[in-house]
């Protein structure tokens, strides 16, 4: 099993454009999530799934959108990129909301 | 609203130390999660728990429900064990809640 793969490992942007972070996992994972973190803050959740075709806001949801048409993908999409989203973002997954979470590698994002 | 303390922020130790990092939480949950991130910043669960002591290798992970607070020992401590240490906690049904982590630098 690959486990959680993220795409792409690195990118920058220039503010307003948009782009689109992949996720997904081989593991038939119900729950996914999205999660970013910056320096001197715990990782903060952004959107989180429960299973295909349910998705559900988190803490930090605001200039993101998901979508879930598939158990194994969780796209993570960024409609008009800012500075203040300069960040480093995870996707998580697990067989529930209960159990442990395994974590993708990271994305590191940029925006100038 | 459900706050995650970890104390302390950073430590630093000598091999063969034994090591201990709190997590205190302030309202009533269903688990609690250690887990390690790597200066690579790949991340990993350590323990799930929801009472008394889990043991792997040379860590072990207790949780005290009525006072709201766990701890994550490291015995015999390695340099290879250098990572941040990151709780979560579950409240209820609602997503995971993190700490900020604490960082373990661990010197040969």
């Known amino acids: 099993n690959a486990g959680v793969t993220q795409t792409p490992k690195f990118q920058v942007l220039k503010t307003g454009q948009s782009m689109t972070l992949q996720c997904a996992q081989d593991m038939n994972h119900e729950y996914m999530s999205w999660y970013r973190q910056d320096p001197g803050m715990g990782l903060r959740l952004i959107h989180y799934?429960?299973?295909?075709?349910?998705?559900d806001q988190g803490e930090v949801p605001n200039g993101y959108n998901v979508s879930r048409s598939t158990t194994e993908d969780f796209p993570l999409r960024l409609l008009s990129a800012a500075p203040s989203q300069t960040s480093v973002y995870f996707c998580?997954?697990?067989?529930?909301?209960?159990?442990?979470?395994?974590f993708g590698d990271g994305t590191r994002l940029s925006i100038l | 609203k459900n706050e995650v303390e970890q104390s302390p922020q950073n430590l630093t130790a000598q091999e063969g130390e034994f090591i201990t990092i709190n997590c205190s939480y302030s309202?009533?949950?269903?688990?609690l999660h250690w887990l390690q991130q790597h200066p690579g910043g790949g991340i990993v669960s350590l323990f799930m728990?929801?009472?008394g002591k889990k043991k792997h290798g040379r860590l072990i992970a207790t949780i005290n429900i009525q006072e709201k607070h766990s701890s994550l020992h490291i015995t015999a401590s390695h340099p290879r064990d250098s990572a941040v240490y990151i709780c979560a906690v579950r409240p209820g049904n609602t997503p995971l809640v993190f700490g900020k982590g604490t960082r373990l630098s661990v010197i040969a």
């Open positions: 799934s429960v299973g295909a075709g349910i998705t």
């Open positions: 728990l929801s009472s």
């Open positions: 998580a997954s697990s067989y529930g909301g209960r159990q442990p979470q395994h």
């Open positions: 309202v009533g949950i269903s688990a």
